[in-house]
């Protein structure tokens, strides 16, 4: 394994790298935005706008500079940055951390989805998205972002003892409640976004943990019944191994690691909130999975059940929160140490302070994508530094 502080300086150089952009960069579903194609009568067209979109995703070649398509700040990305620093601030108790965290916050309390339209706050992608079952356009809101967010200015808040940052963050729950839970098809979830009907366990889980908590903080008991409505569906349908399919959809039938793992934290975090244990057995059984298929020997994170490719730092950074958050055993750090020091040695670029985005088995795309690569990165390692201090502090 790196030494710690190798690592430490690996992790600074990552954030130098993205502080010089100012937190803006590239991003793999981003291409909608290109000035050229919105200047055309194609850019109506639905079919015109998913192969754009998947052309800028799948091309190892970065199109962007040639198709106009800008370099812009991710709300998602923003609350990861947020995170992270906050977690070299508890390993350095060095104010900078938290003075760059508030910055950012205050830049993501001017993002927030129009108030008039949604009530509540809640956050959006910063790019038109193109799926095959929908449209969705900058801004909208959807339940992955809002919860990331809110995580991160919650725990900003209370370091920094700003209860606006705390409210904004707990109000998030009544948007998720309020326009994303969703009964259909005998089913009872919180939706990816508002008015869609599709079945993801991901998010559905995400929506149900942060309710469940926000619910426990506010005193609102309807929160808390509605969350785990949504958390027994999923729970429900985990299959006799432990794992779970993306979603309900027949393109959804697949399993694959970061997912799995945002379950399992999900899930770990409801626990936690309410104080129950009767998600310890779904917990157990799924985390048993995701070790034994998810997490070879060596430490490489397999991006699919039955498929180590794409080699991808988002599936290395949920690996190291979920063998942290899920397990963190002795036995569960010791892989974690793999986890990293693989990561490092597959995908870390040294001479740019940045980590490729995919490595398949005969191309390795390299383009700097700031949301999905560099904040998972450097939240991840963030927190494994601050976690392995802490260890090594309570050893002590």
């Not at 900003?156 to 409640?177: C, E, R, V, Y």
């Not at 626990?271 to 917990?283: G, K, P």
């Not at 892989?335 to 940045?354: F, H, W």
Request: aromatic letters at 14%.
């Amino acid at each position: 394994m790196l030494p710690m502080n190798d690592l430490i300086s690996l992790n600074s150089e990552l954030l130098g790298a993205i502080q010089a952009e100012q937190y803006a960069g590239y991003d793999p579903f981003d291409s909608l935005n290109s000035r050229l194609l919105k200047a055309t009568p194609l850019y109506r067209n639905e079919l015109v706008r998913l192969a754009w979109l998947q052309l800028g995703k799948r091309s190892p070649i970065n199109l962007r500079p040639l198709l106009q398509v800008p370099k812009k700040r991710n709300p998602k990305g923003i609350g990861l940055f947020i995170s992270g620093l906050i977690q070299d601030y508890r390993r350095t108790h060095d104010k900078r951390y938290i003075e760059e965290a508030c910055e950012l916050a205050d830049w993501l309390l001017t993002q927030r989805s129009p108030e008039e339209e949604w009530t509540y706050s809640c956050w959006g992608y910063h790019f038109d998205w193109q799926a095959r079952a929908f449209y969705v356009p900058a801004g909208k809101p959807n339940i992955i972002t809002t919860c990331y967010v809110a995580r991160a200015l919650y725990e900003l808040g209370l370091i920094t003892s700003n209860q606006n940052l705390i409210d904004i963050a707990l109000d998030t729950a009544h948007f998720i409640s309020s326009h994303l839970y969703t009964e259909a098809e005998g089913r009872s979830f919180y939706a990816y976004i508002p008015g869609e009907k599709a079945f993801v366990h991901n998010a559905s889980l995400w929506g149900a943990a942060w309710c469940a908590f926000a619910g426990r903080q506010l005193g609102e008991k309807r929160l808390i019944e509605q969350a785990l409505r949504a958390a027994h569906q999923s729970v429900t349908e985990q299959k006799p191994d432990g794992s779970w399919v993306y979603g309900a959809r027949h393109h959804h039938q697949f399993i694959d690691g970061f997912h799995t793992g945002y379950n399992l934290e999900a899930l770990c975090l409801l626990r936690d909130a309410l104080e129950t244990s009767e998600f310890d057995v779904c917990i157990r059984k799924g985390y048993t999975y995701y070790v034994e298929t998810f997490i070879a020997k060596d430490g490489t994170a397999n991006y699919y059940n039955n498929n180590l490719y794409p080699i991808d730092m988002h599936s290395f950074a949920q690996a190291i929160f979920t063998l942290l958050k899920v397990g963190g055993t002795a036995t569960d750090l010791a892989l974690c140490d793999k986890v990293v020091r693989r990561a490092i040695e597959l995908l870390y670029l040294p001479s740019k302070g940045q980590f490729i985005y995919q490595k398949t088995r005969w191309l390795t795309n390299r383009i700097n994508y700031t949301r999905w690569t560099q904040a998972w990165a450097y939240y991840s390692l963030a927190f494994y530094n601050n976690y392995c201090a802490e260890a090594k502090y309570a050893k002590n």
